[in-house]
């Protein structure tokens, strides 16, 4: 009878330890799991139904984590930079490959973003140049590296759309707005 015990025991305290990362995984909230804040993921919920809104929330958010590594190199140094690098740039790429997830779901849809996407071209440039212009360490050489990956590929991605864009619109040219005619003078009967 012990023995039978023992086999339980040992069959239960395996499955625990298989399966614990797991269920950690599992309970973790939103928040541990995103680059953005709340706030932020919320503006993008709100701005889904409109994909060049949806797109220029992304440009603003790559912006602000871009900004935040300038202002650390900006200012005298202060233990942790580094670190809060590293973070930024992380999130950075995060938010980056998630406009690019973004792009990939607009572009079979037909999406009009052709004034938007001059924009994102820009923008992938400006931030490569930030990016390249903090100064080389190691605690975040892996993660810049990745982080101008990711903007490569976003810009790759975004050139690619924006000719895709042009000979759709070209072949398919969205209907003009009717104006709607006002309505004339009312008839009373008597």
């Known amino acids: 009878m012990p023995l039978v015990w023992i086999r339980r025991l040992a069959a239960v305290s395996l499955a625990l330890v298989l399966f614990a990362p797991a269920l950690k ?6 928040s541990d799991e995103s680059a953005l804040s709340n706030a932020e993921v ?3 919920r709100e701005a889904r139904l409109v994909p060049a809104d949806c797109i220029e929330l992304f440009v603003k958010f790559l ?3 871009i900004e935040e590594v300038n202002n ?16 930024l740039i992380q999130q950075f790429t995060s938010i980056a490959d998630e406009l690019g997830d973004n792009l990939d779901d607009y572009g079979p849809r037909h999406a009009d973003l052709r004034k ?4 994102l071209l820009e923008g992938t440039e400006r931030w490569s140049s930030a990016l390249k212009s903090v100064p080389e360490n190691s605690v975040y ?5 990745l982080a101008l990956e990711s903007i490569r590929d976003l810009r790759e991605s975004t050139a690619q759309m924006v000719t895709d864009q042009e000979a759709w ?18 008839d009373i009967l008597r």
């Open 63 to 65: 912006d602000l984590r």
């Open 116 to 119: 938007i996407l001059p924009k």
């Open 25 to 30: 995984a599992m309970g973790r909230d939103q």
């Open 141 to 145: 050489s892996v993660d810049r590296k």
């Open 169 to 186: 619109f070209k072949a398919h040219p969205p209907e003009k707005k009717k104006r709607q005619q006002e309505p004339g003078p009312v």
């Open 72 to 87: 650390l190199y900006a200012k005298p140094r202060r233990p942790g930079r580094e670190e809060d690098t590293r973070d």
């Open 42 to 44: 919320e503006k993008i």
